[in-house]
């Protein structure tokens, strides 16, 4: 089925904001409405509230394993992606971000790691299509969403990015794509707005049945032992700021729609 009217405005909102810091609020005039309040006048129950407690416990990690959405809760979910709540979420983890990064006295090897997906890059347009993470997760679906290249940037980390070029700090790209679709997101990196990095690291067949804290902690002391100084992570998932030669400092970006251990 389509998008509708709603998301396609949303995207083409995110687009603008991506290629001009100027405009970077633009996508929160396109929302759907805004989130349910956590509680009624008078302390009565409101449709919702769950949901706001499920999502806390998923962004503090205290909710692990989980495998999908709560059906009750693709609503909220929808809403918290494509309203303004998500891009705000974003905004204020670059923000800190970036003032600790100008804190900084920045050496040459000094190298902060990306991730890509809902880091980087954002997956919304297919995951619009796909009940915001109600639908068990689809390999095949998603790499074909992947091989069309047209995620585009989340523009608060692409901002964070070019300032961090702008202090002198070089940019790595570690992500849970595969080896295979190097070609393509490197072309789809570009198309967003990423210019130029040290590394763009994807997962090879050595790592096949490893999870993502084992694969990304042996990359980032390659990094290390390369002579990098890791002063920055950021990511959308725990299991890009857990393990091992993390980095001086994490940073976590809100993802309600998936888990990966």
């Known amino acids: 089925m389509g998008l509708s009217p709603f998301v396609l405005n949303f995207f083409r909102a995110i687009l603008v904001a991506s290629s001009s810091q100027g405009n970077s609020d633009l996508a929160v005039a396109n929302q759907i409405h805004p989130l349910r309040p956590q509680s009624g006048f008078g302390g009565y129950y409101v449709a919702g509230v769950s949901c706001l407690s499920w999502r806390l416990g998923v962004e503090t990690n205290n909710i692990i394993g989980w495998k999908t959405v709560p059906e009750e809760c693709e609503g909220y979910v929808g809403n918290y992606l494509l309203g303004g709540q998500y891009r705000k979420d974003s905004k204020v983890v670059t923000y800190e971000a970036y003032e600790y990064a100008k804190s900084l006295r920045v ?5 902060w790691i990306f991730d890509i997906d809902e880091t980087s890059l954002s997956n919304l347009p297919y995951y619009a299509k796909h009940g915001f993470g109600v639908e ?8 074909k969403w992947v091989a069309t290249g047209k995620a585009p940037a989340l523009p608060e980390s692409l901002q964070l990015y070019n300032n961090l070029l702008n202090l002198g700090i070089k940019v790595a790209f570690i992500t849970g794509r595969s080896e295979e679709q190097r070609d393509i997101t490197q072309t789809n990196l570009l198309n967003a707005g990423y210019h130029t990095w040290e590394k763009l690291i994807l997962k090879g067949p050595s790592f096949k049945n490893k999870t993502a804290v084992v694969y990304k902690s042996a990359q980032r ?34 993802d309600p729609v998936y888990y990966i251990s």
């Open 221 to 254: 002391k390659k990094l290390e032992n390369n002579g990098y100084n890791i002063v920055g992570n950021i990511g959308d998932q725990w299991s890009d700021l857990l393990g091992d030669n993390l980095g001086d400092r994490t940073f976590k970006l809100p």
């Open 136 to 143: 068990p997760y689809n390999p095949t679906a998603f790499n």
């Open 107 to 111: 050496r040459k090897k000094d190298l």
